[in-house]
């Protein structure tokens, strides 16, 4: 962050200071007490279970010299009426400071995936900050922002949404220069209340870009090529994909995968076609990578061969690949599901050398009265692909079961996922372990690596 007294930040976000307002805060915003970092700033939010303002000292033990909160306390505070309004309006504020290039993604996955590929090429050119694992909310975008300082030349920011009107509030906290459109797929239809609606709300980033700024487009997925017509006018539209055939386009011409499920991807641009691995499972990591290639060009920086040759995931648990001392493999792609997401994960374990492969699937969340159809759908996908074992946890995954026919079995939970995997995998096995975060399968992946 930049430095700032507590009486400047209390002018920026409209509050009021309690406490010394000459103290300067130098160091990143935080929500968490426990990740306060020197000369920080403690954000307090009342939620309905917990109350940051009952955690400030906690968070002036670890180095916080002031807190945002709605209440005065026993430290330099700025109180507001809103703390997360207040919030993106400092974020706006130190965006609007400094000098750095803000690449905004969005899409129904891929997000996070992409945004690690980005912040890894965009920072062999220079200082770079990006979102740390899936923060891309109304809380998360801020947060970001605040990590920023004028050393810094990019700004990588994930953006999610819940609703229509999400992205765009987003945007007006760290108005993109780069903006990028993944997909259009059914996460969190349940509460857009269709795939169109998606559309929608996704196309909001495209709306906010900056008048010289680039759209970044999938060709390949007809919703976001058709958000081509929502830019601003004055900004450039880049395309990636397989049918991207444009000038300045990233064209993804080729995907060849290995025995550990790694792609090799070919890719080509304005003439020139070069071939480049990517240390991740999934042949999926192909489209991301053409991606990311087309955010560097954006930004005029050129991608080479061995770019990803020290590249290494920033976020866990989104198909990390984690083995046990036995052989036994487990692909940890547990933060989050959705019906596209998990057809690629059964994909990529399809792909992968293996004795077994065993898919540990829960439920899918948000996917409104479609549900059952969805998961007994991922079941189909997941017979298909030939698995030898299928563990349907928890009811929410019971169309799971259905789907997968004779090799599923239904499993109540996590402990009796744990006991049939603990009898029945051997060494040279690979076990998927899926679903949305609310059903917590990553205590699959703890008591895999624990056996």
């Not at 994909?241 to 064209?251: E, F, I, K, L, M």
């Amino acid at each position: 962050m930049i430095p700032m007294s507590l009486s400047a930040v209390a002018r920026v976000v409209d509050g009021v200071v309690h406490g010394d307002g000459d103290v300067v805060v130098t160091g990143p915003a935080t929500l968490d007490s426990r990740a306060v970092e020197g000369g920080g700033l403690f954000v307090a939010l009342a939620g309905e279970h917990v109350d940051g303002h009952d955690f400030v000292q906690s968070a002036l033990d670890g180095g916080a010299v002031a807190v945002l909160g709605s209440r005065p306390v026993e430290a330099p505070t700025v109180v507001v009426d809103d703390v997360t309004v207040a919030l993106g309006r400092l974020a706006r504020h130190v965006a609007d400071e400094i000098d750095a290039e803000v690449v905004a993604i969005t899409g129904s996955q891929g997000k996070t995936s992409v945004k690690d590929l980005v912040a890894h090429l965009l920072g062999r050119a220079g200082p770079t900050v990006a979102t740390a694992g899936n923060y891309n909310n109304e809380l998360g975008v801020p947060i970001t922002v605040l990590r920023a300082d004028h050393d810094t030349r990019y700004l990588v920011v994930e953006m999610g949404a819940r609703g229509v009107g999400h992205v765009a509030r987003l945007c007006g906290i760290a108005p993109p220069d780069v903006a990028v459109v993944l997909n259009v797929g059914s996460a969190h239809v349940g509460e857009f209340g269709s795939v169109d609606n998606i559309a929608v709300a996704k196309g909001e980033i495209v709306e906010g870009l900056q008048p010289d700024g680039v759209a970044v487009l999938n060709a390949d997925d007809a919703r976001v090529a058709a958000m081509a017509a929502r830019v601003p006018a004055g900004a450039a539209v880049v395309r990636f994909g397989r049918t991207a055939d444009g000038p300045d386009d990233v064209r993804l011409d080729d995907v060849h995968v290995d025995g550990r499920g790694e792609p090799d991807v070919t890719l080509s641009r304005a003439g020139r076609r070069w071939t480049t691995h990517v240390p991740l499972p999934g042949a999926h990591q192909g489209l991301n990578l053409a991606a990311a290639v087309a955010v560097a060009a954006a930004l005029d920086q050129r991608v080479d061969e061995q770019v990803l040759s020290d590249y290494r995931s920033a976020s866990a648990q989104r198909l990390q690949r984690l083995e046990r001392s036995d052989g036994v493999v487990v692909l940890d792609d547990s933060y989050n599901a959705n019906p596209e997401s998990v057809v690629a994960a059964i994909e990529t374990l399809r792909t992968i050398d293996a004795t077994r492969r065993v898919a540990v699937l829960g439920e899918m969340l948000e996917l409104g009265a479609e549900a059952h159809l969805r998961h007994v759908e991922v079941g189909r996908a997941a017979a298909d692909a030939g698995l030898d074992l299928v563990l349907a946890v928890g009811q929410g995954a019971r169309g799971v079961a259905e789907g997968a026919g004779a090799q599923a079995r239904e499993v109540p939970d996590v402990d009796v996922a744990l006991t049939t995997l603990r009898a029945w995998l051997e060494p040279g096995d690979v076990v998927l372990v899926k679903a949305s975060r609310g059903a917590r399968l990553e205590r699959v992946t703890a008591g895999l690596l624990d056996a």
